[in-house]
């Protein structure tokens, strides 16, 4: 097991009388940055210089100016600008700015893993990736909770940049729950397979597919989007509590007998390499090649109309 670590374990210490730049206010920017001043933290924020970034960090008190001359009165950069740009903010906005003994955080195990761009050697390079969007991060700190994090360390050049990584963790509010020792590329690579296979991927085209089938067998939208969709979050609540076993003690013996001996039917052995060929193509870096290459896909024209209506109209009535 890797080693977890707690509020208590932590010292906010390393970060006392320390500046900390947040690269990019956006969906994770905004929220560290918030959490890390409400912990005491001195927070700067660097953006575009006609970014709406700036500005809006300006807007709710922050002192926020071009990165560049951020990063020069840093002693610790989190990058939280998309990972398309982190190489480009490397080479351009933060080359020469961090000084020696600087940290250079990330939120994401991707750049340095499959991208790795060139660091200087005399930094840290650290990692704490908070599993779940910014807002949640947000919300749940200011109720006194959190999210928990991975956390990796890729450069230790000053011999205090696991303490770095942890005060950090601990000033956004991932320590309430659990710090977890991982690696770039484990973050990267568990990252990427749950969204492709299971969370963003797996999950809502069986959503959809078991939508589509049975309102082609002639059952209306509302049975089928209450089956497949609405139904989804009472179970996966349940699995969270209570771990697969104790979702099935809380379910009907038919739903209990059918998922047992049909679950397997659809998740099969075929469905299983498919998932394996999608973990190979993560590890030899096709994938990350693939995105960085690529626009994005447009989500509207990737769902079924049937499936988007029913979403819409049902979720208005069922409020
Ligand atoms: N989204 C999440 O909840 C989440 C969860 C875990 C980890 N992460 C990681 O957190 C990091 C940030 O992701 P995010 O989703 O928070 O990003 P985001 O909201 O899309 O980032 C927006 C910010 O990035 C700046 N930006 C956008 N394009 C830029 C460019 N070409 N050059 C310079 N700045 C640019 C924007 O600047 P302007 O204001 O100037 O437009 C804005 O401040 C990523 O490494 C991501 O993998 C995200």
């Known amino acids: 097991m890797n080693r977890i670590w707690r509020d208590e374990d932590i010292s906010l210490e390393p970060l006392e009388g320390k500046v900390v730049v947040i690269a990019g206010y956006g969906i994770q920017g905004r929220a560290q940055a918030l959490n890390l001043r409400d912990s005491g933290v001195k927070v700067l924020v660097g953006g575009r210089a006609e970014g709406q970034g700036i500005a809006a960090a300006a807007a709710e008190g922050f002192e926020a100016l071009p990165t560049a001359e951020a990063a020069r009165r840093a002693d610790v950069v989190f990058l939280l600008t998309p990972d398309e740009t982190h190489a480009e903010m490397i080479a351009c906005a933060l080359d020469g700015a961090l000084r020696e003994g600087a940290a250079l955080g990330f939120a994401c195990g991707f750049s340095m893993t499959f991208v790795r761009p060139h660091l200087p050697e005399t930094i840290d390079v650290i990692m704490v990736s908070p599993k779940g969007p910014g807002k949640t991060l947000r919300e749940r700190f200011l109720a006194g909770g959190g999210l928990p994090a991975l956390m990796g360390v890729e450069r230790d050049s000053t011999g205090t940049a696991l303490k770095v990584a942890l005060a950090y963790a601990k ?18 690579h568990t990252d990427l397979f749950g969204e492709q296979a299971v969370l963003c991927g797996g999950i809502p085209r069986l959503m959809e597919e078991g939508f589509r089938l049975l309102v082609e067998a002639g059952y209306s939208p509302e049975s089928a989007y209450l089956e497949c969709v609405w139904e989804a979050k009472a179970i996966v609540d349940l699995i969270f509590e209570e771990g697969i076993a104790g979702m099935y003690r809380h379910i009907s013996p038919a739903a209990r007998y059918g998922g047992l001996t049909r679950g397997s039917r659809v998740i099969d052995e075929a469905a299983r390499e498919k998932m394996s060929a999608i973990l190979d193509e993560i590890r030899s870096g096709e994938f990350a090649a693939e995105l960085l290459r690529g626009g994005p896909v447009d989500p509207q024209a990737a769902v079924s109309r049937n499936l988007s209506d029913a979403w819409q109209r049902l979720r208005d009535a069922l409020r």
């Open 171 to 188: 000033a956004i509010g991932c320590a309430r729950l659990g710090v977890i020792e991982s690696s770039f590329a484990e973050e990267a």
